[in-house]
């Protein structure tokens, strides 16, 4: 009789850890409510004297061929100097299923980016090559930058 009493135990303990790491990977999506100015201002404080400018729209969409009305809000930075590669863009979707079309446009810019600077500015090439893309729930962060760590970390702060 103690052992099945015992067994039981076992079960309902098994079922109910099972049951609160459902809801705990159910529940943590990622992502943010916040509007995309509450999480790109934070990120620009971090920004190097003269390392990006604040872009628009349509610029996003030439580099990036992101169409903006399939977003709740882009913020996209970029460097004037062609020779420099720095850029981050964030985006805030109204789907996040979306995210993955959104990383892939990423990710063909990055290589674009590489062949055209591999042979003669691999500085660039090699900050290309350290490019932080990262999707939470419905935002993905893109940055190439000098200090992209530190882009990336006040971003996380920001969510």
């Known amino acids: 009789m103690r052992m099945r009493n015992y067994i039981i135990c076992e079960i309902l303990c098994v079922l109910a850890l099972t049951g609160f790491i459902w809801f705990l990977c159910t529940t943590r999506a990622g992502g943010t409510q916040k509007s995309i ?10 920004f190097a004297q003269d390392q990006m400018i604040k872009k628009t729209h349509a610029d996003a969409y030439q580099a990036f061929g992101i169409d ?19 850029e981050m863009l964030i985006i805030k979707l109204k789907d996040k299923d979306d ?61």
């Open 68 to 86: 903006v009305s399939d977003t709740e809000g882009l913020s996209y930075y970029a460097n004037e100097n062609v020779m420099d590669v720095s």
């Open 37 to 46: 100015d509450e999480v790109s201002s934070p990120v620009e404080t971090c």
């Open 99 to 159: 995210a993955k079309a959104y990383k892939e446009a990423i990710e063909t810019r990055i290589e674009e980016r590489k062949n055209l600077y591999k042979d003669y500015a691999p500085e660039q090439y090699a900050l290309l090559c350290d490019s932080i893309v990262n999707i939470s729930g419905n935002t993905v962060f893109y940055c190439t930058a000098k200090n992209a760590d530190e882009l990336y970390e006040a971003y996380k702060k920001a969510l």
